[in-house]
């Protein structure tokens, strides 16, 4: 008999409900996030009977130390996400209350009358690319808002410096961390301004870079109120954003590391588009993780947000693309879309130019070209083979 068993995770106390098929209650208690507690919580559940599979509305995170030993001792867990159980409490009884056995109770009957994706364990290198992973996103997030801020303060006193310099390359970002005023510049001179550039190694094009900045000094000769402040924060986040591009290719060698050691890896980059760089297939891997979670490759496109779904309503029907799914894995399908395509990969540039004739413009000739591939890419995986062209199944 199975038993389904929803949990509500959190960092101090979870709390579980297990139903039967029936939805009779067979268990309604909270559990410590603590090893006594786990163990505690798998010794009743054992007590139960049957085939308890548990469903979890967080994975990762502060729930690993939960689904962690619940996978070692051999129960099933599943994921309920968070948006599906918000959703199905609205049409139960009192549907603005929230409490933690409500939920667990929401996500055990979701259980019940669902078929909802399986959580399965990961190995130590799948574990190591998710955190990297992570951690990667996270620096290239903050650098973003990093380098938007420079660009603000350096537009508001030193305009022309800032259309003439790329922000995002070493070589803009060294000159800022001493020269940004126009005054500034002018008062280094070119040999004081290449000599700051040559203490940093691998600078490329460092004269054309001083050239620019002098002609742009001398372009300008105002100088605004609040110029000294700006000047120095402009520094600071100079430093800073040479700092995360020392940590973010720190990061990419260390993915590069684990995907040469990793199963899929070597498969993965051999579709075209995909091999770019580690980082599509450390993103693939860390979003998808077990390709086995996914029974076929229409639950792949639909994880993803890249499967059409249908419009119908009265006598009007039609399909349109869906709004949900990961968007971290439709991003990796889309962009692996847009660099095959861009290197003229032959098969994804017939593709994409029969969608365009079709009268599709290029986002939907591209997202119509990155369902496509995740066909080929799921199919790759399940028969462990790289990607051949002549296998028109693939």
Request: hydrophobic residues 45%.
């Amino acid at each position: 008999m199975r038993i389904s068993v929803g949990m509500d995770v959190a960092k101090a106390i979870h709390w579980a409900c297990a139903v039967d098929e029936a939805g009779r209650t067979l268990l309604d208690r909270a559990a410590e996030n603590t090893s006594e507690g786990i163990a505690a919580f798998a010794a009743d559940l054992r007590r139960l009977g049957g085939e308890p599979v548990l469903g979890l509305d967080v994975v990762g995170s502060f729930a690993h130390f939960l689904g962690a030993p619940l996978l070692a001792e051999g129960f099933g867990l599943v994921h309920a996400p968070g948006f599906a159980v918000n959703r199905a409490g609205q049409s139960f009884a009192g549907e603005e209350r929230k409490s933690d056995p409500r939920d667990s109770r929401i996500i055990a009957d979701l259980m019940r009358t669902r078929t909802l994706r399986p959580i399965l364990p990961d190995d130590e290198a799948v574990t190591a690319i998710r955190l990297e992973v992570g951690r990667r996103r996270d620096l290239i997030e903050e650098q973003t808002r990093r380098i938007c801020r420079l660009c603000g303060l350096l537009s508001s006193i030193h305009p022309g410096l800032e259309r003439d310099l790329d922000i995002t390359c070493k070589g803009p970002l060294v000159l800022l961390t001493r020269h940004v005023t126009p005054a500034e510049n002018r008062q280094a001179g070119k040999r004081r301004i290449m000599a700051h550039l040559a203490k940093t190694p691998h600078v490329q094009g460092a004269g054309a870079l001083a050239e620019h900045a002098l002609a742009a000094a001398r372009a300008q000769m105002l100088a605004v109120p609040g110029e000294a402040v700006m000047a120095e924060l402009v520094r600071e986040l100079a430093t800073e954003a040479l700092e995360a591009r020392v940590k973010i290719i720190r990061l990419d060698r260390d993915l590069a590391a684990l995907l040469a050691v990793q199963p899929d890896g070597a498969l993965i980059r051999s579709l075209p588009g995909m091999g770019v760089g580690a980082v599509f297939v450390a993103e693939f891997i860390a979003c998808a993780g077990d390709i086995r979670r996914f029974p076929s490759a229409d639950a792949l496109a639909s994880a993803a947000g890249l499967a059409p779904v249908i419009r119908q309503s009265g006598q009007k029907a039609g399909w349109r693309r869906t709004y949900g799914g990961d968007e971290a894995l439709k991003r990796v399908f889309y962009h692996g879309a847009f660099c095959a395509v861009c290197r003229n990969d032959p098969l994804c540039k017939v593709f994409s130019d029969r969608k365009r004739r079709e009268r599709k413009h290029h986002t939907q000739a591209l997202i119509a070209l990155a369902r496509r591939r995740v066909t080929v890419l799921w199919t790759m995986i399940q028969r462990r083979k790289t990607y051949d062209p002549l296998i028109k199944a693939a």
